[in-house]
């Protein structure tokens, strides 16, 4: 570790007592500073712009202060000012107020014709819209700000701009882009003099997009810049952050001690300050940490301390997110009922911001949990609340997607009118030519018509070939549509439009027939264990073996996640266990090598004849599906690897049928009907008699 040479023969000072020096440095800056060799505003501003991050109230109180006695001040100190006040209140969740001191930023720049505050206000306005999760608008912002800033010529302000634009760029999606404008802001940082925030900022972002990338080698290297640089500085904020970004690197590359205690060392820093509105987010990465150790008590201490940290700092997402490590703590405990208080403390935070995929992910975490603690009852519950929010999601998407068909569909049209008028016109043009040739040279009449031959093959030729070309395009369009990107089969939009091209109301009987619902057991686990990568390898796998044991003349589709869809239209209804069976097998005994090492798999099976017809009323797809999804459930519950399927109901009556889609269980248990039982391996329990307990239910690891 680099340090101080001034004595001779001693060492280095250790990094603790660095830190306490940093962070007596820090207490003297928060007085009030006399003038330096800058202008006494524009010194005063930066060192609370700083600061700002660490004690946000404080800083505002002193920047509001400042403001009566800004008026003699050049514009551009007048608009930074103005851009901190906004920037505090953002940190302080005052969003209104912040996007209207951005608003008046860029209004006063656009007044007096100066790019440079237009910028500054730009930046204002995005990071105002990133506050209140408008991530477009953000966008809109930044990107606009890049442009001014580019025409300025302002290095302080191509570093600022270009870092954000960077980070927008990777949230897109555009990873090579955003490094490219992220080592620019870097080149644009290095030459400012005196002032080691913007290029130590910037550096962290390179961090996180090489992190993104899975670049392990630059993260480290990067890291190992950033470190240097924070200990040539020693300034309170940038050990502070440095600590949060080894915390992120080795969390991201699987070094969770390492993780952990640079997140402990951010913690003691964050304390040492007072920097409590920083705390909140900390301790629950702490308790994150340790519940993925599984130290579920350290875990809820720290969840509890985030709690009471984030108290009457207006930080609802720091509450929600505190709630929800205290109740994967209190569930792992085995504190059942004090886990669920916490974790529905959460969602409901989630459910009034309207914040889907958070609260589709929570609920996943949710049903985990109760799973794992033994509540399978709950579990259900929770999986089928996700459920309803997926199809939901997916609904819009498809909505969606449709929209950007039509447009692109309109465009595509719109643009082969054009072609078509341009070839019409050109075919004119040549027309009107050889009338002219043949009135004036009769003697080349033979000639002419034989170029004219040739043009107009020629012009047939290339018809054909734009055609043909459209044609492809048009093929190739409606494949991405209809499959799955990654294991290449159907998706659930050509299965809805297959089953919507059924007669309204098949008859039972008139073909038989059967669906199977799939989904791989412990995937969550294999994910956790092996990596985003093998559980993609085991999808394939899966999706594969489905392709080898059934039909070409069967639809395959992937439901969604790890769920699976068959729809067989024509297998006799006294194999249909065969069917079963064979999936169970083909599946258990395909093992998946990933990276080295053999991964088991196997499945769970929900399965029902369709057409089902009870007491000759056909039931719609949608209730037959509800039924295979129940039976699914109920493999789930009695021990994986095993398929339960529904008989075809012929001789039951409509009250019966209403408990039976109500609560399959149950209608099995008191005698409605007898469901199919098929073993991929485990021993099989005994349909219970009426009157008998549910069956015993089992605490497995992951669904």
């Known amino acids: ?170 949230e897109l999606g555009d990873f090579p882009g955003a490094l490219a404008t992220v080592q620019s802001a870097i080149d644009a940082a290095r030459t400012l003099e005196g002032d080691p925030m913007p290029l130590f900022h910037a550096l962290r972002a390179l961090t996180r997009l090489h992190i993104q990338t899975k670049d392990r080698a630059k993260a480290y290297a ?54 409590r509105y920083m705390l909140p987010s900390t301790l629950n990465n702490v308790a994150d940490s340790y519940l993925k150790a599984h130290d579920y008590p350290r875990a809820a201490q720290y969840a509890a301390e985030a709690l009471r940290a984030a108290n009457g700092l207006n930080f609802t997402g720091s509450d929600a997110a505190a709630h929800s490590n205290l109740g994967q703590a209190y569930l792992g405990m085995g504190r059942i009922a004090e886990g669920k208080r916490h974790f529905e403390a959460s969602l409901a935070w989630f459910e009034q911001t309207q914040s889907k995929p958070d609260l589709q992910s929570l609920l996943l975490e949710y049903g985990q949990a109760l799973e794992d603690a033994g509540d399978m009852t709950g579990a259900i519950q929770a999986y089928h609340r996700e459920r309803a929010i997926s199809n939901e999601l997916f609904q819009a998407k498809r909505r969606q997607a449709v929209l950007e068909l039509q447009e692109w569909y309109a465009a595509d049209q719109k643009q082969r009118q054009i072609e078509l008028l341009s070839r019409e016109n050109r075919i004119k043009d040549v027309e009107l030519d050889n009338r002219r040739l043949a009135q004036r040279l009769w003697w080349l009449l033979a000639i002419v018509f034989g170029l004219a031959s040739v043009a107009g093959g020629l012009l047939y030729r290339r018809v054909r070939q734009a055609n043909g070309q459209l044609e492809a395009k048009n093929q190739t369009l409606k494949a991405l549509s209809t499959r799955d990107p990654l294991t290449g089969l159907y998706n659930r939009r050509h299965f809805h439009d297959t089953m919507d091209r059924l007669p309204a109301a098949p008859r039972a009987g008139a073909a038989a027939g059967a669906l199977f619902l799939l989904d791989i057991d412990h995937f969550k686990h294999i994910n956790d264990r092996h990596g985003h990568a093998a559980g993609d390898a085991v999808l394939k796998a899966v999706a594969e073996t489905l392709r080898v044991t059934l039909r070409e003349t069967d639809l395959i589709v992937r439901w969604g996640g790890e769920e699976f869809l068959a729809f067989l239209p024509a297998v006799p209804r006294g194999r249909v266990d065969e069917v079963a069976l064979r999936i169970l097998r083909g599946v258990s005994t395909h093992a998946v090598v990933h990276q080295g090492r053999d991964i088991a798999v196997h499945v769970s099976v929900g399965f029902v004849p369709f057409p089902l017809a009870p007491a000759g009323v056909p039931l719609a797809w949608e209730r037959v599906l509800n039924l295979a999804d129940m039976a699914l459930y109920l493999a789930k519950k009695n021990g994986r690897n095993r398929a339960y399927g529904v008989p075809a109901l012929d001789h039951v009556g409509a009250a019966a049928l209403a408990a039976i889609e109500r609560d399959l269980e149950r209608a099995w248990r008191d005698g409605l009907l007898e469901l199919t039982v098929v073993d991929g391996g485990a021993p099989a329990p005994r349909p219970p008699d009426a009157g008998d307990a549910a069956p015993s239910r089992q605490a497995n690891t992951g669904r």
């Open 1 to 170: 570790m680099a340090g101080g040479g001034a004595h001779n023969a001693r060492r280095a000072p250790p990094l603790r007592a660095r830190l306490a020096a940093a962070l007596a440095a820090a207490c003297v800056a928060m007085a009030p500073t006399p003038a330096l060799a800058l202008p006494a505003m524009a010194q005063r501003l930066i060192e609370l712009r700083d600061q700002v991050r660490m004690f946000p109230d404080t800083v505002l109180a002193r920047l509001l202060a400042l403001q009566p006695g800004i008026g003699a001040e050049p514009p551009r100190v007048q608009a930074e000012l103005l851009a901190q006040i906004s920037s505090a209140r953002a940190r302080l969740n005052q969003h209104d107020a912040a996007a209207a001191t951005a608003d008046q930023i860029v209004a006063y720049g656009r007044a007096l014709k100066d790019d440079a505050i237009v910028v500054k206000g730009l930046l204002a306005q995005e990071a105002a819209a990133y506050a209140r999760d408008d991530n477009p608008a953000a966008q809109r912002y930044v990107f606009e700000a890049e442009k001014l800033a580019l025409r300025t010529g302002d290095q302080r302000l191509r570093a600022e701009a270009g870092l954000e634009a960077g980070v927008a760029r990777a």
């Open 222 to 275: 990067t890291l190992g810049e950033l470190t240097a640089l924070a200990e040539q500085q020693r300034l309170p904020l940038q050990m502070v952050l440095l600590k949060t970004s080894e915390y992120i690197v080795n969390v991201s590359f699987g070094r969770p001690e390492r993780a952990r205690r640079a997140l402990l060392e951010c913690l003691a820093l964050e304390r040492k300050l007072g920097a």
